[in-house]
């Protein structure tokens, strides 16, 4: 932008200082060589005496006189030609460079009468707006004025022709206003305006150029808009930002005030920065301080930040200098690391614990980089399974050719199946070989690490060397197999036994006591008739029929004939009712199957859950009816028992003294069946059996009948 104009008087006429001087020198010879002419045409005619010759010289004389005076004269014009014509070239090459300036300036410049009126041709504003000189003459290049400045600019204008006002700095008129430009674009100008005055100080003219400053607003608004977007991000930024000049701060937001605790900004305006810095940081910063104002870079660093109450917290700091209001300053930023701090040293003291805890364990530790495929495995690796190495050679491929054959294809979808469904947690059990080429059965449990996309990254693990457990695990299973192959034949023998007993007791006895009755009836019937003795004869056939029944009801309680003769829905079916006769307790029992034809192990099991179910529900069920359902089919036979007592309590159904259960269940158990029982609250239990149904072809059967 050119430098603007001063106010311009007019100039006053004067001849050039070289012209003067060579008039006045060409004036000087001229007295001089009339003097000396006039002079020595005196002496001539003082020596002359004839007055013809006088008058001869005189003509002569005069004559001699014109013609010097004229070639004086030209030779005056002569340089007087040549001096206007050197000014004149000058004058004409000023011109020609002032229209060159304004054409390179790319300036809209103008020229006005004293009045304001454009009275000549103004090329720029043409070529800018588009007007001609009949359009924009006089004051016709308001049209090209934007409307809502042109009220503005008009009264500007008007006091500035009246002499209304000065300009505000002695130099020159300056305001901004909207021109539209050809194409019908408005752009912002910039016009400086200078009165031209004559030497009484009149306006001659007016002269003014215009900027168009349309880019500078653009750039001034960014530039507006850029402060107040940085001063915005200052406020709300969570780090402390402070700007300190000549050693003292001069700004500090927000974040920074709330860090130091200060109870408001004056207290941090023009505050010493090293009053900030740590006793054992001052030197430090002094020489921090030096080299960004010297323009160097520095790195950064963390420190200590004195709080206003006192009290010190860690920072970490940048700075960074810069020019404000032309001198040096600097821009510091600082950002409380405390918890950062605090978060690392929990880190360190976790991976020490990790350490330690990976060094007292007995497990086999890894940890799977899932991008690298490496594993860091702990100590156990050698100690356990005798392998030695980094992790990069002992990665997944190593770990993967460890598993055994038949367990390799199983682990390997387990594994890359938990980690494809997006579980955190995978475990398994497989054998791992060992460097001797043995396998030890290892149960493996790992953590699978993710990142904020939900893409695995690591998987932290631990594996356990269970081959004693699985040892002891079988012995355990052997053991509790060999158990139950004793209980069921421990079972069978005392179903054996009770059947026996109860047969004895039922042929041997019970034919003793038959046999009894009738010599005891014989000999009654032979007594003489004596009161006493016919009393006592029928107390003992009484006594022998109480006998009768006493060996008949333990002989069905040991075995009922009835199962082993009819069958056990006949004996169900006695059970119910005798239940029902024994309790008053209302007892249904349903079943598909009129006859069925079971093997005596299933038969007897089934029976005695049934009379045991039964037992329970007069013991503790309060109970008023009870239903019984017996199904079958090819595939399992189903005896469900329901009351509508007060329902057996979870407590209950897991005591471990209740024999009666345990009892059935193992019953069930020791042929392949299953065993569930539940109840609710005054809702009644439900006992459900299942065992594989396995027929048996009928046989004939003798009945067997205790005579009383």
């Known amino acids: 932008m050119s430098r603007p104009s001063t106010i311009l008087p007019a100039p006053r006429p004067k001849r050039p200082p070289h012209l003067r001087r060579e008039a006045m020198k060409t004036a000087a010879i001229y007295l001089a060589f009339a003097t000396g002419w006039i002079a020595f045409g005196d002496q001539l005619l003082s020596q002359i005496a004839d007055p013809s010759q006088i008058l001869h010289f005189e003509f002569l004389k005069d004559t001699a006189f014109a013609v010097f005076t004229t070639l004086l004269l030209y030779v005056l014009v002569m340089r007087f030609a040549r001096q206007r014509s050197v000014v004149e070239d000058a004058l004409r090459r000023n011109e020609r460079r002032y229209r060159s300036l304004v054409l390179a300036t790319a300036q809209v410049t103008w020229t006005a009468r004293p009045g304001g009126e454009i009275a000549d041709p103004q090329p720029t504003w043409e070529t800018f707006t588009g007007q001609t000189f009949e359009q924009y003459r006089g004051s016709g290049w308001m049209e090209s004025i934007h409307p809502d400045d042109r009220e503005h600019l008009t009264e500007r204008w008007r006091k500035a022709v009246n002499r209304e006002t000065r300009p505000p700095n002695d130099r020159y008129y300056e305001i901004e206003y909207r021109v539209r430009r050809h194409d019908g674009v408005y752009r912002n100008f910039l016009t400086r305006t200078v009165p031209v005055l004559d030497p009484t100080d009149n306006v001659e003219e007016w002269v003014g150029i215009c900027y168009d400053i349309t880019e500078q607003k653009v750039r001034e608004e960014q530039l507006r808009d850029s402060e107040e977007r940085y001063r915005s991000l200052v406020e709300v930024a969570p780090d402390m930002i ?3 000049q000549d050693g003292r701060i001069i ?9 130091l605790r200060a109870p408001g900004p004056e207290v941090c305006k023009d505050m010493p920065v090293l009053d900030l810095a740590h006793p054992d940081f001052q030197e430090v910063v002094r020489d921090r301080m030096r080299r960004t104002a010297s323009g160097q870079k520095v790195p950064t660093m963390e420190q200590k930040i004195r709080r206003y109450d006192g009290t010190y917290v860690d920072v970490e700091l940048g700075a960074t200098g810069f020019i404000y209001q032309g001198r040096p300053a600097v821009q510091v930023v600082a950002r409380d690391i405390t918890a950062r701090l605090q978060a690392q040293e929990e880190l360190r003291a976790s991976e020490t614990r990790f350490q330690l805890v990976t060094r007292a364990t007995t497990d086999l530790v890894y940890d799977w980089d899932m991008t690298t495929n490496a594993i860091w495995w702990n100590e156990n690796l050698r100690h356990l399974f005798g392998y030695e190495g980094k992790p990069e050679t002992l990665g997944i491929t190593f770990w993967m050719s460890l598993i055994h054959p038949d367990d390799a294809e199983r682990i390997n979808a387990s594994l890359f199946g ?5 579980k955190q947690f995978w475990a398994d059990e497989y054998r791992f070989k060992r460097l001797d080429g043995s396998y030890a059965n290892v149960l493996d449990r790992g953590y699978i690490v993710r990142n904020a996309k939900g893409e695995p990254g690591r998987m932290i693990g631990a594996m356990m060397d269970i081959t004693d457990r699985k040892l002891t695990e079988q012995r355990l299973r052997d053991s509790r197999e060999q158990l139950r192959a004793l209980t069921a034949h421990l079972e069978r023998v005392r179903e054996e036994e009770r059947t026996r007993i109860a047969r004895e007791i039922h042929d041997e006895l019970g034919q003793a006591l038959t046999g009894l009755k009738m010599d005891l009836s014989w000999f009654a019937a032979r007594l003489p008739n004596q009161h006493a003795l016919q009393e006592k004869s029928a107390s003992m056939l009484k006594l022998i029929d109480s006998t009768v029944n006493a060996v008949r009801r333990l002989s069905t309680e040991l075995r009922p004939a009835i199962l082993d003769s009819l069958g056990l829905i006949a004996a169900i079916e006695w059970l119910a009712q005798e239940f029902e006769k024994r309790t008053g307790v209302t007892c249904a029992f349903v079943t598909a199957d009129d006859e069925l034809t079971l093997d005596d192990d299933r038969t007897t099991a089934l029976f005695r859950i049934c009379q045991e179910a039964l037992t329970n529900v007069a013991r503790y069920a309060e109970a008023t009816s009870v239903h019984i359902l017996l199904e079958i089919d090819d595939k399992e036979i189903l005896l469900r028992i329901k009351d509508n007592g007060r329902g057996i309590t979870e407590k209950e159904t897991k005591a471990t003294k209740s024999f009666g259960l345990l009892g059935m269940r193992e019953r069930a158990r020791l042929l392949g069946g299953t065993f569930e029982i539940s109840g ?20 004939a059967v003798e009945f067997l009948k205790i005579e009383p």
């Open 418 to 422: 938990a980690v494809s469904a997006g």
């Open 242 to 244: 402070f700007v300190h």
């Open 680 to 699: 609710a609250p005054d809702q009644g239990t439900t006992l459900t059996v299942r065992i594989p149904a396995l027929r048996r072809a009928p046989v």
């Open 251 to 259: 700004f500090m937001n927000s974040a920074g005030m709330r860090m």
